[in-house]
């Protein structure tokens, strides 16, 4: 029985990445680091803001200390707010989705983005009202690979929700393989939308679908018969 749907942020709900990849590129090359885009979804798409430049300097040896790195992340959070000013980032059929699943479970977002970010996204498509829970990049010690995202999304979600939950009465919704390791570990049924990487890399899922479009509570009901 399904009783609680999670999705990520970044690659599922919002179609960020893109900009993301271009504001860690501009701060990086500030300070004389170039950032692909091969390398950024190949190595680091998996991690949070912190989680990046920890491992971009870890990779090239720059003995960058903590404090430096948290200012990178501000201001690479400041250059994410910039570039969402020009250009609309809700994946196609993203606001149907969410109001379909919405209207059969209660909803959460696990993410290793901020806060701030996911909530500025959200109150701009006016879908805000549709999640009990949201849990953040600084909501947990570990980010994604590990299950502690999803782990607390499950805890608040039940919370929220006035029900007694466990992870395998959930389903996540993900796009990367790091997003699906991170619910599978929790113990939560998967499922991949192939928006950001394809069908055959997303083969641990429970079920891939291609698009939000297929995201409807008949084949997530489906996907969970025994």
Known sequence: MIRGVILDFDGVIADSEPLHFDAFRDVLADEAVTLTEQEYYGRYLGYDDLGVFRAVGDDRALQWSLE??????????????DLERTRSILFPGATDAIRRLAARWPLAIASGALRSEILRVLERAGLTEYFAAIVA?????????APDPYLLAVKELARVSGQVLTPADCVAVED?????????????????????????????????????????PARLLAMAQP
């Open 137 to 145: 990049a600084e909501d947990t010690p570990a980010s994604k690979p």
């Open 68 to 81: 430096h790195i948290a200012a990178l992340a501000v201001r690479k959070a400041r250059r994410l707010e």
């Open 176 to 216: 990367s393989h790091w997003g699906l390791e991170s619910a599978r570990a929790a113990g939560l049924r998967t499922v991949a939308v192939t928006h950001t990487y394809s069908a055959s890399d997303l083969q641990t899922a429970d079920l891939v679908v291609e698009s939000l479009d297929a995201l409807d």
